[in-house]
């Protein structure tokens, strides 16, 4: 089965770090870019990055510049989103999705982890 | 950056038509392609429409996307509503450093 799937919710505390990982499978993992996607509650997502698993090239959205890691391990189909210097406004749902080959879109999204933070 | 902006909300009764509207802020509208998702509740982002107006497969022909550049906004039209089309509906598109952005989101409620 094609599918992403990403780690488990998770609770910190303010100025933790935290890496999710979201694991490709029934496909070329190393062919498509992986986008990191948050979605606060009650609001529209919001375009974190992206990486290409094939050489680890990386974008990443000026609003998370420095806030931030995104990579991949196309060994093992992974891509990481590591977030630093929790704050309870990181606290949301954050979705991998798979752009398709050819075309602008993502086109298989993961469930999601939701992350809060709080002291 | 540009932002995209979308209503809060629309409702309409099963088997009308809806449309919901994506405005851009700046850049025109037509420069970059904008694709739509929908989210039912709980759920994950599914596609709709890429590239203003191509379906991907599996989503059916009642769902239509277009783009106006006399008001810079995208559009999403769903026919014949059905009750499953409930959800949130979310406009997406880049500019030309490849920054993605997605619009607010709009609540569709089929009642």
């Known amino acids: ?65 420095g806030q931030v890691t995104i990579s991949a391990d196309k060994s093992i189909g992974t891509a990481y989103l590591q977030l630093n210097s929790l704050r309870a406004s990181d606290t949301a749902m954050y979705y991998c999705a798979r752009r398709h080959l050819t075309y602008w879109y993502f086109d298989l999204w993961g469930r999601g982890t939701l992350v809060t933070v709080s002291s | 950056n540009f932002v995209l902006t979308q209503p809060h909300s629309v409702s309409e009764s099963p088997g009308k038509t809806v449309t ?3 405005t851009r802020s700046s850049g025109s509208i037509a420069s970059n392609y904008v694709q739509w998702y929908q989210q039912r509740p709980g759920g994950s982002p599914t596609a709709v429409i890429f590239d203003d107006d191509q379906r991907p497969s599996g989503v059916p022909d009642r769902f239509s996307g277009s783009i106006d550049s006399s008001s810079n ?30 619009g607010g989101g709009t609540k569709l409620t089929v009642l």
């Open chain 1, 1 to 65: 089965e094609v599918q992403l799937v990403q780690s488990e919710a998770e609770v910190k505390k303010p100025g933790e770090s935290l890496r999710i990982s979201c694991q490709g499978s029934g496909y070329n993992f190393g062919s498509n870019w992986i986008g990191w996607v948050r979605q606060m509650p009650g609001q529209g997502p919001e375009w974190m990055g992206v990486v290409y698993p094939g050489d680890s090239d990386t974008r990443v959205s000026p609003s998370f510049q």
């Open chain 2, 20 to 22: 919901i509207s994506c």
């Open chain 2, 73 to 102: 906004s995208a559009s999403l039209t769903i026919s014949g509503l059905e009750t499953e089309d409930e959800g949130d509906y979310f406009c997406h598109s880049y500019d030309s450093f490849n920054h993605e952005v997605f």
